[in-house]
């Protein structure tokens, strides 16, 4: 159960055509500002956001060891997060720091609320996987530290996998033959799940099969969502409509947990982050399940997705160097990532490090699983596996919500997947060209 949480987001259209045009600036090469490239002297306080658990504790550890670089810690608890961070930075009142996920972040840049640290970043790069990189650096310009990753894997229930016969999925096409085979002996169980109102699942699908819907090509970027590898993901997805392959139980329903942990879906694809979410909400199901790989579409070069969430530097931060400096610990070190991966610290982070092994164990629940699959081998080899050509472009938000509402039709047979992507494609080029970005279909 992948989940991609969309929030609303609001432009004026005049101020938003001039801002995204900041964006095609940054991707093709534009000057860093003296702030992003100077060196801070002296002792500082600098304002940092995040609603993370446990954050706040180790930004306390941070200032006793750096009386240098004090960090003013602010939780702006709540869904409106994002609309508080850019009415602050419109006010001039932004903090210097704020925690952000990867799409979020590459809209802000687009709409020149951001800061190009490209410079006093550079250092920390290799301290984070590649694909992570690629979250804070829309079109190739840098303006946050990565935070955390989610990289997907299987879950499935062992115990009804064995009594159908059938094992882990290697490839999505093994999948599609697994969930067939079930639904010859029981029609009421599905093989998967796929909400009506959360296209995630073609979202992982695309970027495990290679796709590229957003891309820089010099001055212009290239939408192309019907692309030979974009179109793979989408046939997996027909499939399973078609089939009647998958369940439909909403994400936004707490009731969800049930098609799972009573057996009516048998297998799932997940992440770290909710691993002690099954832990409390499947009581019936508690030891009968098992991690594997994520299918993959090539079994030679497998490939998964991910989320990020990075720590991006605002517009008007007069320190970023330092900014940079903090996050990198925060999000790096191991005196952080030992205290923020442990369960106690309730924060849910998975780091973005090249090096997860140290981590893995203690983030996986003993009791769910039946000990009979490597769990840590799998989450250490998702890690490593996340893809790193996807790019998140400066209209995903707004380009996920459309998606969101033609992704129910789909889920109806009212509409193809590929008919969708075709639609979702020219709609994006429209929509970034009429935003003054330049934007061609890549297909």
Same mark, same amino acid.
């Given at each position: 159960?992948?989940?991609?949480?969309?929030?609303?987001?609001?432009?004026?259209?005049?101020?938003?055509?001039?801002?995204?045009?900041?964006?095609?600036?940054?991707?093709?090469?534009?000057?860093?500002?003296? =702030?992003?490239?100077?060196?801070?002297?002296?002792?500082?306080?600098? =304002?940092?956001?995040?609603?993370?658990?446990?954050? /706040?504790?180790?930004?306390?550890?941070?200032?006793?060891?750096?009386?240098?670089?004090?960090?003013?810690?602010?939780?702006?608890?709540?869904?409106?997060?994002?609309?508080?961070?850019?009415?602050?930075?419109?006010?001039?009142?932004?903090?210097?720091?704020?925690k952000m996920d990867?799409?979020?972040?590459?809209?802000?840049?687009?709409?020149?609320?951001?800061?190009?640290?490209?410079?006093?970043? /550079?250092?920390?790069?290799?301290?984070?996987?590649?694909?992570?990189?690629?979250?804070?650096?829309?079109?190739?310009?840098?303006?946050?530290?990565?935070? !955390?990753?989610?990289?997907?894997?299987?879950?499935?229930?062992?115990?009804l996998f064995q009594k159908y016969g059938i094992k882990a999925p290697k490839t999505w096409d093994d999948l599609i033959a697994v969930g067939k085979k079930v639904q010859q002996k029981d029609k009421k169980v599905k093989i998967y799940n796929m909400a009506g109102e959360d296209p995630s699942t073609l979202v992982d699908?695309?970027? =495990?099969?290679?796709?590229?819907?957003?891309?820089?090509? !010099?001055?212009?970027?290239?939408?192309?969502?019907?692309?030979?590898?974009?179109?793979?993901?989408?046939?997996?997805?027909?499939q399973l409509v078609d089939n009647d392959l998958a369940s439909s139980a909403s994400y936004a329903d707490p009731g969800v947990f049930k098609t799972w942990d009573l057996g009516t879906t048998i297998a799932m694809t997940t992440s770290t982050w909710q691993l002690p979410i099954y832990d409390t909400n499947f009581p019936k199901s508690k030891g009968k399940w098992q991690l594997a790989d994520s299918p993959a579409f090539d079994t030679a070069k497998p490939r998964t997705s991910s989320n990020f969430d990075a720590l991006a530097v605002l517009k008007g931060c007069k320190h970023p160097d330092r900014a940079a400096e903090f996050a990198a610990w925060l999000s790096s070190s191991k005196e952080s990532l030992t205290t923020l991966t442990d369960p106690a610290s309730k924060s849910g982070l998975f780091p973005a490090v090249p090096d997860v092994s140290?981590?893995?164990?203690?983030?996986?629940?003993?009791?769910?699983?039946?000990?009979?699959?490597?769990?840590?081998?799998?989450?250490?080899?998702?890690?490593?596996?996340?893809?790193?050509?996807?790019?998140? !472009?400066?209209?995903?938000?707004?380009?996920?919500? =459309?998606?969101?509402?033609?992704?129910?039709?789909?889920?109806?047979?009212?509409?193809t997947v590929e008919e969708m992507l075709t639609s979702i494609e020219k709609w994006t080029v429209d929509d970034l060209n009429g935003k003054g970005i330049k934007a061609v279909s890549g297909s």
């Open positions: 159960m992948s989940k991609h949480r969309i929030r609303p987001r609001v432009l004026a259209p005049v101020a938003a055509a001039a801002s995204l045009s900041l964006l095609l600036g940054a991707c093709s090469g534009g000057a860093d500002s003296d =702030e992003a490239s100077s060196t801070t002297k002296g002792d500082v306080t600098l =304002e940092f956001w995040s609603w993370t658990d446990g954050i /706040e504790a180790q930004t306390e550890v941070w200032n006793k060891a750096h009386p240098e670089t004090q960090i003013k810690f602010v939780n702006p608890a709540g869904e409106t997060a994002y609309q508080k961070l850019r009415a602050a930075v419109n006010a001039g009142t932004a903090p210097c720091l704020s990867g799409m979020n972040l590459a809209n802000f840049a687009a709409d020149g609320l951001l800061t190009d640290i490209s410079k006093v970043a /550079e250092p920390y790069r290799d301290k984070y996987t590649p694909a992570a990189w690629n979250a804070v650096s829309p079109g190739g310009t840098t303006f946050g530290i990565p935070m !955390g990753s989610s990289p997907l894997f299987t879950a499935y229930r062992a115990d699908l695309s970027w =495990e099969a290679g796709a590229q819907w957003y891309k820089v090509d !010099g001055d212009h970027w290239v939408i192309d969502f019907t692309s030979p590898e974009a179109l793979k993901a989408g046939d997996i997805v027909q140290p981590y893995v164990d203690k983030i996986i629940p003993t009791e769910m699983f039946n000990g009979k699959s490597d769990s840590a081998k799998v989450i250490t080899d998702a890690a490593a596996r996340v893809g790193d050509q996807w790019q998140y !472009g400066p209209n995903y938000a707004a380009m996920y919500s =459309e998606m969101q509402k033609q992704w129910g039709k789909v889920m109806k047979k009212e509409l």
